[in-house]
């Protein structure tokens, strides 16, 4: 299984983004798929997450503000971010989950200027 996550870029508080995560290597449909992100200087942290049956999991810091879909027969993942804030600063990545082991895609980088 292979990620190539795309989207990101230079935007400026308020803006809106959505970023992609297409999956090839012919993954299975029973997948669970996540945004994480790492901020300079901080750890990396869940974003949002979406299970194979859609059920959806935010972090409290962008609850309201994102939105994680899938689009299965196509094996893509988006993030819908609306009212990026500077704190959204970061460098992206999505997460596949396939039988208990993670995937992941190279990040792509959100700037968001104040």
């Known amino acids: 299984v292979q990620l190539q996550a795309s989207g990101g870029g230079l935007l400026q508080a308020g803006d809106s983004l959505r970023l992609s995560c297409a999956a090839s290597?012919?993954?299975?449909?029973?997948?669970?798929m996540g945004w994480f992100r790492r901020a300079p200087g901080r750890q990396r942290e869940l974003v949002a997450a979406?299970?194979?049956?859609?059920?959806?999991d935010y972090a409290s810091s962008v609850k309201g503000r994102f939105t994680i879909s899938r689009d299965s027969a196509k094996n893509m993942v988006y993030l819908q971010m609306n009212s990026l804030k500077p704190e959204d600063t970061a460098v992206y990545y999505c997460?596949?989950?396939?039988?208990?082991?993670?995937?992941w895609g190279q990040g792509t980088l959100v700037t968001v200027s104040s």
């Open positions: 290597g012919r993954p299975s449909t029973n997948y669970g």
């Open positions: 979406i299970t194979s049956g859609g059920s959806t």
């Open positions: 997460r596949m989950v396939v039988a208990a082991v993670a995937y």
